[in-house]
């Protein structure tokens, strides 16, 4: 099974950006399809993005154009590219991986999650 460390967040004021990086260990995830999540205080978690193995990506509505999802499959490592922040960004954002994966914006098809990194902007 592949281990997820994720890094990249932090504080910053709306219209910035941030990247988030997600790093596998264990195994090479080039065969994973890579999603982000995002969960705000009091709300369901929900899916932000995702990229099959073959390089397929696919976005919720509220970040399409803003955000683009990657991997680096050499280094075994998925990034989030946010750019043009808004105040509803404000989340903890969560990395996600499994083989074979389905239906790719449940959380529940996913196997193995990152920790979580704070993302907070402020307006």
């Known amino acids: 099974q592949v281990q997820l460390v994720e890094s990249g967040g932090g504080l910053v004021q709306a219209g910035e950006s941030l990247r988030l990086s997600c790093a596998a260990s264990g195994r090479t995830f080039s065969t994973y399809t890579l999603a982000w999540f995002r969960q705000a205080p009091g709300k369901e978690r929900e899916f932000v993005a995702a990229?099959?193995?073959?390089?397929?990506?696919y976005y919720a509505d509220s970040v399409k154009g803003r955000f683009t999802i990657s991997r680096d499959n050499a280094k075994n490592t998925g990034y989030l590219q946010m750019n043009s922040l808004k105040s509803e960004d404000t989340a903890v954002y969560y990395c996600?991986?499994?083989?074979?994966?389905?239906?790719?914006?449940?959380?529940?098809?996913?196997?193995?999650w990152g920790q979580g990194t704070q993302v907070t902007v402020s307006s």
């Open positions: 990229i099959t193995w073959s390089g397929n990506s």
């Open positions: 996600a991986a499994r083989r074979f994966v389905g239906d790719y914006v449940n959380a529940a098809s996913y196997d193995t």
